[in-house]
């Protein structure tokens, strides 16, 4: 398998997919899906296995790499790499200095990721539209669970890997939403900062582990059902609003790894009412703006994502 698409296309998509990322309540796989790339991704995650060594071995490094898709693994995975490590301290600034503006633009970009997404459903049938409702009432029911205690056992942290990577390749729901929900994230982040190659290993080996595991089964379920597939995905995203409303009450908090008191437990809230209960402004004018603007700059990615195709 060899990419037919740009190089820097693909890296600008890995750009975006890691911006995404590193938002809890906001999926790389979203970018992933509206910029034309998601099945590739896929099915380059499923094609490595033992496989690889064999053509290697008889074939040689080239025949290795075609078969690995490594340029667009490199590029994307680049540009992911590159954006999380730039982009995370200006996004969590943000995030804690205007969040009402800052889950408003999210929540744009999602609106307007279902209305794309539900589009490539060319019938909708009864098991598409179930399909639809069930990923719908999926991703919903995940934004209301109540987040576990802190969780630093070892096979916790495989654990979380685990399912925190399915997450992180399926449209709707994020990865460090995920591990916030399990009580992880506060761990791994711990983990990072404290450079505990121990942990990050056994979480790393985790995200493999799942990693490998689900995308074999997302490329299933696109080959024998595409059309439901896609169906339950913009479910996926259309439940995950729940989490990205921007006005929302605190009802308890944590400390995050930096020894910060940080929101831990919210319920969401009417703008009207935000005043009300919090004491401060619901910036609902600039709210719709950036709202507006987050829907806007998806539909310049897929057309983005159009010309790169050609």
């Known amino acids: 398998m060899k990419t037919k698409k740009p190089l820097l296309g693909i890296a600008v998509r890995g750009l975006a997919m890691g911006a995404a990322d590193v938002v809890p309540g906001v999926s790389g796989g979203t970018i992933a899906f509206i910029t034309g ?19 290697l071995k008889s074939d040689g490094i080239k025949a290795f790499w075609t078969q690995l898709n490594g340029n667009f693994i490199v590029a994307l995975f680049a540009g992911i790499i590159i ?21 408003s633009f999210f929540f744009g970009l ?3 990721s279902i209305k794309l997404m539900t589009k490539q459903v060319k019938k909708w049938t009864a098991p598409t539209i179930l399909g639809f409702i069930i990923g719908t009432g999926i991703a919903f029911w995940i934004t209301i669970l109540p987040p576990m205690q802190q969780a630093g056992a070892d096979w916790y942290i495989f654990l979380s890997g685990t399912i925190a990577i399915c997450a992180m390749i399926l449209p709707g729901i994020s990865g460090s939403f995920i591990l916030l929900l399990l009580g992880s994230y506060q761990t791994v982040l711990g ?13 790393g080996f985790g995200c493999i582990i799942g990693l490998l595991s689900f995308s074999h089964l997302l490329k299933w379920m696109f080959r024998k059902y595409e059309h439901v597939t896609i169906a339950v995905l913009s479910g996926f995203l259309l439940g995950s609003l729940n989490k990205l409303w921007p006005w929302k009450e605190v009802l308890s908090t944590r400390l995050n790894s930096h020894g910060e008191t940080v929101p831990f437990i919210e319920s969401n809230v009417s703008p009207f009412s935000f ?11 600039y709210s719709i703006g950036f709202c507006i603007l987050g829907f806007l700059i998806i539909f310049v990615l897929e057309k983005f994502g159009d010309k790169t195709e050609k």
């Open 37 to 55: 790339i998601y099945e590739e991704l896929i099915e380059t995650i499923s094609n490595v296995n033992l496989g690889l060594l064999k053509t």
């Open 83 to 103: 954006s999380i490590s730039s982009l995370a301290n200006l996004i969590s600034y943000l995030l804690e200095s205007f969040p009402i503006i800052v889950w």
């Open 110 to 112: 999602v609106l307007a």
């Open 191 to 203: 983990a990072v900062k404290e450079v505990d190659l121990m942990k990050i290993a056994i979480f």
């Open 275 to 285: 005043e009300n209960i919090t004491n401060a402004p619901n910036q609902i004018g």
